[in-house]
């Protein structure tokens, strides 16, 4: 749909934009969205030149927490009318279910990678001042006056381009080829889990479209029910456990999932694809910016998908780069002090849930707090409900802990003396 | 328990071997010779396994388990030894007694090593093993609480201070998901005086419960042995490392660690292990003709 829209031969060699995306999928789309809305010119740079293409591997969840954006962005519309569901999330503890009353529950958004991003795609391409080049890589970033000013890209062709900008935005993923340019600082974090999933048909877990997550301490695994009525298994085990799943990824992850507590129905149902796994998923936390230059989505920070945070996180990154540069970009004020208030507003909304999530991700099981906080919410509609607005990260671990911790303990004193 | 879902009645009886009155829990046809045993462990008894008796026979199999002597209701007669030899010779009579030729094993705790015991004196009568936390184990360091039990005058101690709260306390505090009440009450209700002090006899006389673990491979690696193993991943007590390393002995071994179970997954995720047994089970050849 985008590519016939503007072919790669149209741009002018010399053209200067105000900003040059690298990287096609959510974050960046969604960046390029909104900068062309607000009237300015913006290339996506995309390596894959086909514009169906997609993250496979993905559970493909969206936390509530980025709903307000896509609503604003205009697309949770076109997501739900492309069949995307809208589920609350159940989590299985050993102390029981964590499910907050069904009208405080937060919905987040599931549709597969495989619909969702050639939807984002084509709405990003048909925004006026957006021009996609698909099949175009990254070759080096140029500089001007010590600043980054844009993106060297050469297509399959081994044609190469400049493209000059104002901003250069590195949308590029996990292994983000702009962050390793352009050298931001890194911070990386341990990860003992490895992760395999794959879609099903047939046999929709119970509660559905509502996903499930299985806390198992320190084993995890999850169903979403999502479009087309099929279902996306994950385990997230320790790398103890890698072996049987390397040698039969498929038949490990269903022996895995029918055997946790309430197993879903896993064995009425058929793989629809093969089961695919990751092995590494180290943890990177990047300086979100540089002069000139900003990274947003898991370019950013590329945290455990245990938590489901990785997609709505690239949408809501996206929306606080464009709200912080806009003014910059409009000639308002220096390029810096936007970047500056970008750089604030990702730590500051996700620096505390990153530290948390880093320290699971090491294969730990539940600390004492957590713990508290985990059984207390089994226990308790209230503390679930806070738990719930944590969980699906519209509340930030400042606001959720004094909240939920002397209600966690009270809970927990009530129900050791009621035994 | 789960006992009460299944379909197929667990009926209940009474054997006479070895000196020792003993209950008989058991299904399917009575008077087939090849038999589904189910040995339990420590504290453990007949009762251990109804569930799993029930899916067991719901293959068309005989299915039975024993209270071995001085758990649940048995009593063992005077001169009894209380070791894994005594108990492994004991379940050979019973057996005998029973008219079971061969056995489809399935084995818990204290269970695994009296079955093994018995598998190696009666190689050719193993027809297939089920090990649920237990099995061979080699350099397996004894835990914490059979340390106490096999510390004289400490065990004894605390045998007698076990009450009713301390030991259902002391019991799931080990258990990730903890155990249901009834499972625990029972098992109480059957840890009565002669089972303690059979417990420390059996305990102190087993120095090193991995000490056949070689010859047992050796014996059992080459027959190529149907089996299936199940371990509950939290065990406290046997670490479920050993779950993949039963494959020694057993190469075709089917493995499966839980990930929220402890020490007695049957009682913990009935289910998952009741389904787990009957496919394999079923997925055997059909019991030899003289059956």
């Known amino acids: ?419 | 328990m789960s006992g009460g879902e299944t379909q197929l009645p667990v009926e209940r009886g009474s054997l006479l071997a070895g000196g020792t009155r003993t209950r008989l829990l058991h299904a399917g046809p009575s008077e087939a010779s090849e038999a589904v045993v189910c040995v339990h462990g420590n504290p453990g008894s007949a009762d251990d396994w109804t569930g799993l008796i029930a899916a067991a026979a719901s293959t068309g199999r005989r299915a039975l388990s024993l209270d071995l002597p001085d758990f649940g209701e048995a009593i063992a007669p005077a001169g009894f030894e209380h070791s894994v030899l005594g108990y492994a010779t004991w379940l050979g009579e019973a057996l005998k007694e029973l008219g079971v030729d061969r056995a489809h094993l399935v084995l818990h705790d204290f269970g695994g090593p009296i079955g093994l015991v018995w598998v190696a004196m009666n190689p050719d009568a193993l027809a297939s093993i089920t090990l649920i936390d237990t099995g061979i184990l080699p350099g397996y360091r004894w835990h914490s609480l059979a340390r106490i039990w096999r510390t004289p005058v400490v065990g004894e101690l605390f045998q007698a201070t076990a009450t009713r709260p301390a030991f259902r306390m002391l019991l799931n505090r080990n258990e990730p998901r903890g155990l249901p009440r009834d499972f625990v009450e029972a098992m109480y209700d059957h840890y009565d005086r002669r089972t303690r002090r059979a417990v420390l006899a059996l305990y102190r006389d087993t120095d090193d419960p991995g000490a056949a673990a070689a010859e047992l491979t050796g014996l059992l690696a080459p027959r190529e042995i149907p089996a299936l193993v199940i371990w509950g991943e939290e065990d406290a007590y046997l670490p479920s490392s050993y779950a993949e390393r039963q494959r020694q002995a057993f190469p075709s071994a089917e493995v499966h660690v839980l990930p929220a179970s402890g020490h007695w997954p049957f009682a913990d995720a009935p289910e998952t292990v009741e389904r787990l047994l009957g496919e394999f089970l079923a997925g055997l050849p059909a019991d030899s003709p003289a059956a």
């Open chain 1, 1 to 419: 749909m985008s590519s016939t829209d503007c072919p790669p031969t149209i741009i002018d060699e010399e053209a200067a934009y105000d900003a040059v995306v690298v990287g096609g999928s959510l974050a960046g789309c969604a960046t390029a969205i909104q900068l062309g809305r607000a009237g300015l010119r913006v290339a996506v740079v995309e390596k894959q030149p086909d514009p169906g293409a997609y993250k496979r591997m993905c559970s493909h969840f969206v936390q509530a927490s980025a709903v307000p954006t896509l609503e604003r962005l205009g697309l949770l519309e076109p997501i739900e009318a492309a069949g995307g569901e809208r589920p609350r999330v159940r989590i299985w503890t050993r102390w029981g279910w964590i499910e907050a009353p069904p009208e405080r529950a937060a919905r987040g958004v599931n549709l597969r990678r495989e619909l969702l991003d050639p939807l984002v795609r084509g709405i990003a391409a048909e925004t006026p001042g957006v021009e996609m080049m698909l099949g175009w890589s990254v070759e080096r970033l140029l500089r001007e006056n010590g600043d980054f000013a844009g993106v060297a890209a050469r297509n399959r062709e081994g044609e190469e381009r400049e493209l000059r900008a104002r901003l250069t935005v590195g949308a590029d993923g996990r292994d983000s080829r702009v962050a390793e340019l352009s050298e931001v600082p890194v911070k990386t974090y341990p990860h003992n889990r490895f992760a395999y999933g794959g879609y099903f048909e047939g046999g929709a877990p119970a509660n559905a479209p509502d996903a499930t997550a299985w806390f198992l301490d320190p084993q995890w695994c999850a169903a979403f029910p999502t479009d087309n009525d099929l279902t996306f298994y994950a385990a997230m085990p320790t790398k103890d456990r890698l072996p049987e799943f390397k040698k039969e990824p498929e038949a490990a992850l269903v022996r895995f999932l029918s055997e946790v507590p309430e197993a879903p129905p896993i064995r009425a149902g058929r793989a629809i694809e093969p089961v695919i796994g990751k092995i590494d998923m180290t943890n990177r936390m990047r300086k979100p910016v540089a002069p000139g230059l900003a990274l947003i989505g898991d370019a950013a920070l590329a945290t455990d998908p245990l938590f489901g945070v990785g997609c709505g996180w690239a949408f809501q990154s996206s929306e606080w780069l464009a709200e912080s540069v806009g003014p910059a970009l409009q000639g308002n004020e220096s390029l810096e002090q936007g970047l500056e208030r970008y750089r604030r507003r990702h730590r500051h909304e996700l620096g505390a849930h990153a530290f948390f999530i880093h320290d699971y991700a090491t294969g730990r099981k539940l600390n004492p707090a957590e713990r508290l906080m985990f059984s207390a919410a089994a226990r308790d509609p209230k503390t679930a409900a806070i738990f719930d607005t944590f969980g699906t990260r519209q509340i930030r671990p400042q606001q959720a802990m004094p909240r939920m911790i002397p209600r966690a303990i009270a809970v927990n004193a009530r129900h050791a003396l009621a035994r």
